[in-house]
């Protein structure tokens, strides 16, 4: 079992940045691979970005790429998106979640109860 906690969500105007964390706990942090996705109103839940277990590798969808950064910790056991010139949509719920391998697809075994982050314009 994994559990992970979202925290550093909030309210920033377009242009703005924030950091997103993801602290996990109960199985070997440093085992997972770690996922951000994001949910808007109205929509599907959509990839953001993912991280192999060494950091080592990284993915990003096309609309966050040069924006967003993940990285992780893994004495710390915490995942970070880090997210500069935020857009009105980039508004959403995002969620972290974790399991074996990377991946783009939301079949993550974990998942976190996401962190709300709105941008005004």
């Known amino acids: 079992q994994v559990q992970l906690v979202e925290s550093g969500g909030g309210l920033v105007q377009a242009g703005g940045s924030l950091r997103l964390s993801c602290a996990a706990s109960?199985?070997?942090?440093?085992?997972?691979?770690m996922g951000w996705f994001r949910q808007a109103p109205g929509k599907e839940r959509e990839f953001v970005a993912a991280?192999?277990?060494?950091?080592?590798?990284?993915y990003y969808a096309d609309s966050v790429k040069g924006r967003f950064t993940i990285s992780r910790d893994n004495a710390k056991n915490t995942v970070y998106l880090q997210m500069n010139s935020l857009k009105p949509e980039d508004t959403a719920v995002y969620y972290c979640?974790?399991?074996?391998?990377?991946?783009?697809?939301?079949?993550?075994?974990?998942w976190g109860q996401g962190t709300q982050v709105t941008v005004s314009s």
């Open positions: 979640a974790a399991d074996t391998f990377p991946k783009t697809n939301g079949d993550y075994a974990y």
């Open positions: 109960g199985r070997t942090f440093s085992r997972n691979a």
């Open positions: 991280i192999s277990w060494s950091g080592g590798t990284t």
